[in-house]
Structure formats: structure tokens, C-alpha cells
């Protein structure tokens, strides 16, 4: 009913910055809430950053907080996820999430829909 397509990864230098988007496609879009994940090799998948339906409710896990900023474009279907700052530590698969409902949700057993990942690497 949704698809997403993750998109932005690659190598960036510690201290640097990249944007990763997440176009979503199917029957609807700006009704759902929308998420950030990320997995480390040998980790489980956590959680980043959430964005309700209508963009006004964020939320951030503390590990991003006051680097990572989430926003979305419902014209364009497309949830970004802007990373600052970026440390050793950020290196991950990231993958963005949907719901079938509107709300602001922080585990991943409240998604619906998942992408297939991006990969963000940063180097020394």
C-alpha cells in the first residue's frame, strides 16, 4: 500500500553533514506518521528521529539530539532527514518508516511500512 525508497547515504568525514530523503509512493502519504531508524553491523535497529502526519510533533532519540533534524514535504511525498555534526558512532543502515495512522511514534513495532535502508558511513 506504501513503498519507500531511502536515498543520500554515503562516506562522509566526522564533523560532516548529509541529507537523506525518503520518497514514498501508494494510495495515500500525508496521512501517515513517518520515522528514522538506524542498525550498526552486529546491533539491533533503533530508533532516530519521528515526524507526525502533519509535521507539527518531532521527536528525537537522545544520541541525535541537536544534530539530526526530520522534516517532511507532503506536496513532494518525501520525509528528509538532515544530519549535522556527524560523529564515528552515526555509522548505520538508515532506514525511514511509515504508519498507518497520523501520531508520533518511537518504536518500530508502531511502523507498517519499511524501506530498504541507506547506508551512512563516517570516517576519521
Known amino acids: 500500500q506504501v513503498q519507500l525508497v531511502e536515498s543520500g547515504g554515503g562516506l562522509v568525514q566526522a564533523g560532516g553533514s548529509l541529507r537523506l530523503s525518503c520518497a514514498a509512493s501508494?494510495?495515500?502519504?500525508?496521512?501517515?506518521?513517518m520515522g528514522w531508524f538506524r542498525q550498526a553491523p552486529g546491533k539491533e535497529r533503533e530508533f532516530a528521529a519521528a515526524?507526525?502526519?502533519?509535521?507539527?510533533?518531532?521527536g528525537y532519540a537522545d544520541s541525535v539530539k541537536g544534530r539530526f533534524t526530520i522534516s517532511r514535504d507532503n506536496a513532494k511525498d518525501t520525509v528528509y532527514l538532515q544530519m549535522n555534526s556527524l560523529k564515528l558512532e552515526d555509522t548505520a543502515v538508515y532506514y525511514c518508516?511509515?504508519?498507518?495512522?497520523?501520531?508520533?511514534?518511537?518504536?518500530?513495532?508502531?511502523?507498517?511500512?519499511w524501506g530498504q535502508g541507506t547506508q551512512v558511513t563516517v570516517s576519521s
Open positions: 501508494g494510495r495515500t502519504f500525508s496521512d501517515n506518521a
Open positions: 515526524i507526525s502526519w502533519s509535521g507539527v510533533s518531532r
Open positions: 518508516a511509515a504508519a498507518r495512522s497520523g501520531g508520533l511514534y518511537y518504536n518500530g513495532d508502531e511502523y507498517d511500512y
